[in-house]
């Protein structure tokens, strides 16, 4: 198991960025697939982007590309999710979730989960 804890969260106007982060620990980093996921309010639980081990390749939802960009440090054991261009629809507490596979990651399931963090877009 690897313990995840998000922050960064908090209220923004909309145009404006936020950038998230997930600290890891417990185990090596690096041999952990990482995504973030949001949950707004009445919806279902969405993934947003995911990047692999080494950060080589990565992953966004349509709605957030060329807005969000996704980056890891591994030697700090820390993802991030970079929001730029935030709208009121982006609302939402974000997640971030690691396994080591992708294959997790992708169906939104991974083993590890952190707490969330809100993040609120004001119009």
């Known amino acids: 198991q690897v313990q995840l804890v998000e922050s960064g969260g908090g209220l923004v106007q909309a145009g404006g960025s936020l950038r998230l982060s997930c600290a890891a620990s417990?185990?090596?980093?690096?041999?952990?697939?990482m995504g973030w996921f949001r949950q707004a309010p009445g919806k279902e639980r969405e993934s947003v982007a995911a990047?692999?081990?080494?950060?080589?390749?990565?992953y966004y939802v349509d709605s957030v590309k060329g807005r969000f960009t996704i980056s890891r440090d591994n030697a700090k054991n820390t993802v991030y999710l970079q929001m730029n261009s935030l709208r009121p629809v982006n609302t939402a507490v974000y997640y971030c979730?690691?396994?080591?596979?992708?294959?997790?990651?992708?169906?939104?399931?991974?083993?590890?989960w952190g707490q969330g963090t809100q993040v609120t877009v004001s119009s």
């Open positions: 417990g185990r090596t980093f690096s041999n952990y697939v």
């Open positions: 979730g690691a396994d080591h596979t992708p294959i997790t990651i992708a169906r939104m399931s991974p083993t590890n």
């Open positions: 990047i692999s081990w080494s950060g080589d390749y990565t």
